[in-house]
């Protein structure tokens, strides 16, 4: 799992995307709107409502918002329109990127996608060129500072967990799409509540990267994370602990 984990850390360590409130309270009434339209106002009955609620509880985000978000998806209250769209391409040094979005103009977003792409040393790639490379995968992460590493370990697999890592902030916790819900649950009751819970691609091999290439990567991943209609980017990059080190300096 080293691209999203790398992508992941790195973002942590820049303060990247998720610090930026207003951009994530954008992202997360995105969802929730798509997640509520599509699957009902009922959290119970409809996972990943539950889970973009939870993920914005989690950020801080006022109730109320929550609420029109919900409404604005069932049609009790009037809002945007939004598709799902995934984008695929190939970023410097032949890593495979898969971009995930929310739009009400499709036009408009591929436009800036493309470019995204193009001025970071990158193309876009026809449908299906690269998603066959990602699973699937329930991502749970813990703070570390929350939890015992052995403690929160024994919990994860005996729920049912597939992997377990230790990064330097944060435990990530991988699990198969049907065992999600039980795992992050488990957490729930024994007092470990996730600070990320989410349904994420996961590459099934990745591509080492160093020096310019590594740079020029990372440019990419940013620039494609910056854009409005962008929920999620993944890749299949690897790189060393002392080039993610330095490319996060302050």
């Not at 699957?39 to 509880?57: F, H, M």
């Not at 990064?167 to 990320?196: C, M, N, W, Y």
């Not at 099934?204 to 590594?214: L, S, Y």
């Not at 209609?229 to 993610?244: G, I, R, S």
């Amino acid at each position: 799992m080293s691209g999203h984990s790398k992508w992941s850390t790195i973002k942590r360590k820049k303060g990247k995307a998720d610090a930026e409130r207003g951009r994530v309270f954008t992202r997360l009434i995105k969802e929730i709107t798509v997640a509520a339209r599509q699957g009902g106002a009922d959290e119970e009955n409809n996972p990943r409502l539950r889970s973009a609620i939870q993920t914005a509880k989690a950020a801080n985000m006022p109730q109320v918002n929550i609420e029109r978000a919900v409404q604005r998806g069932t049609g009790e209250l009037p809002g945007v329109h939004y598709e799902e769209v995934l984008y695929e391409g190939y970023g410097p040094g032949g890593v495979a990127v898969l971009v995930e979005g929310l739009t009400d103009n499709k036009n408009r977003t591929v436009s800036e996608i493309r470019h995204a792409f193009d001025k970071n040393g990158g193309h876009m790639a026809g449908s299906g060129s690269v998603a066959w490379m990602f699973d699937l995968k329930g991502f749970i992460a813990v703070d570390r500072d929350a939890v015992e590493e052995d403690d929160l370990m024994l919990i994860a697999m005996d729920a049912g967990a597939e992997d377990f890592q230790v990064e330097e902030d944060a435990f990530e916790i991988t699990t198969e799409v049907g065992d999600f819900e039980t795992v992050k649950e488990a957490l729930d009751r024994h007092g470990f509540p996730p600070s990320q819970a989410e349904l994420i691609r996961i590459p099934q091999n990745t591509v080492r990267i160093e020096g310019k290439i590594a740079e020029q990567v990372l440019r990419l991943m940013e620039s494609l994370e910056d854009q409005d209609d962008v929920q999620k980017v993944y890749a299949n990059f690897d790189l060393d602990d002392e080039t993610m080190k330095a490319l996060t300096a302050e």
